[in-house]
Nanobody, 123 residues
Framework: VQLQASGGGLAQAGGSLRLSCAASGRTFSSYAMGWFRQAPGEGREFVAAISRSGGSTYYANSVKGRFTISRDNAKNTVYLQMNSLKSEDTAVYYC?????????????????WGQGTLVTVSS
């Protein structure tokens, strides 16, 4: 599967952005999906994940209550709604697909990665 992330940009602290990740192929619903991010000079970290059906979601503590992950299997797309943005949310955001049966926050479990979209939050 090929993944194309979009929706990044510049936002003010306290503002919102919505990221999208479009997947190619007809098997999108067979993958759990995740969002990760990488700030300048830092490693890639887990942000949020969603099960194949969308019935289960998981969040990093740093974004819980502010970010919402969702998916539309008919459109082969996963979303990340980001509200109450903070300067520490500035990073390149990556979507990823996992063929495994369970949802995971382990980066190494994900099989396919998108190219990343830059989110910059100004304070």
């Amino acid at each position: 599967v090929q993944l194309q992330a979009s929706g990044g940009g510049l936002a003010q602290a306290g503002g919102s952005l919505r990221l999208s990740c479009a997947a190619s192929g007809r098997t999108f619903s067979s993958y759990a999906m995740g969002w990760f991010r990488q700030a300048p000079g830092e490693g890639r970290e887990f942000v949020a994940a969603i099960s194949r059906s969308g019935g289960s979601t998981y969040y990093a503590n740093s974004v819980k209550g502010r970010f919402t992950i969702s998916r539309d299997n008919a459109k082969n797309t996963v979303y990340l709604q980001m509200n109450s943005l903070k300067s520490e949310d500035t990073a390149v955001y990556y979507c990823a697909a996992d063929r495994g049966a369970s949802v995971t926050y382990y980066l190494s479990e994900y099989d396919y990665w998108g190219q990343g979209t830059l989110v910059t939050v100004s304070s």
